[in-house]
């Protein structure tokens, strides 16, 4: 299945509706989350910030030949974020969609894979960054819908939280005049997670 789909997403075969885009979004992690397992670098649980029961939910509602053992769930841990992540979990249920167990599920995912290193959707195992902003339009419309200037998103989860706080993250009056715009505002680009996997190239 996962295998299956990597070679429709490298082929760009784009999901249309919202049912078909949520399993495209959920496949992508689940295929970076094995990648993470398979390399002995963090459980399912760990690389998804979803806990047992809620992995196993996603198994079977959606991948029912299953690619996690069961046994092997029940011996993974709960995921613990910490309080970074706490915080921008928030954020994202703030703005879920009201009564969405999707949305609420997809606020652990985007926050837990947000702790990594690369751009959002390489992190989520996204295409580009047009499928990470049809999610979060998607999933958290009024989060999204503020983010006019578009910024990277990972750089605007971080401004709201500290206007959440109170303060600004940087000192300078306005974005344009800011020695750090390309950092916010620049081109995300970069080799999609999901196509190195395809052609069994080692995640860095």
């Not at 979004?25 to 390399?39: D, P, Y």
């Not at 806990?51 to 299953?66: M, Q």
């Not at 195992?125 to 819908?145: K, M």
Request: proline letters at 5%.
């Amino acid at each position: 299945m996962l295998a299956h789909h990597c070679g429709r997403l490298c082929a760009r075969q784009s999901p249309r509706t919202k049912l078909e885009f949520d399993q495209h979004v959920l496949t992508c992690v689940l295929s970076c989350a094995l990648e993470e397992v398979e390399a002995g670098e963090a459980t399912a649980t760990e690389a998804t910030g979803l806990s047992r029961a809620e992995l196993r939910d996603v198994l079977a509602r959606s991948f029912p030949t299953g690619h996690f053992k069961a046994s092997a769930l029940e011996e993974m841990g709960e995921p613990e974020p910490d309080p970074e992540e706490e915080l921008l979990r928030e954020l994202l249920l703030d703005h879920a969609l009201p009564g969405d167990p999707a949305s609420a599920r997809f606020a652990k995912i985007i926050a837990r894979r947000a702790m990594r290193n690369d751009h959002l959707w390489q992190d989520l195992g996204l295409f580009n960054r047009t499928e990470l902003s049809r999610l979060l339009t998607t999933h958290f419309p009024t989060l999204a819908a503020g983010n006019t200037q578009n910024m990277k998103w990972k750089k605007y989860f971080y401004r709201k939280l500290c206007e959440a706080e109170g303060f600004s993250l940087c000192t300078a009056p306005s974005c344009r005049e800011c020695n750090d715009f390309a950092s916010c505002f620049g081109p995300e680009e970069g080799e999609n997670r999901l196509a190195r996997i395809k052609n069994e190239i080692p995640l860095d």
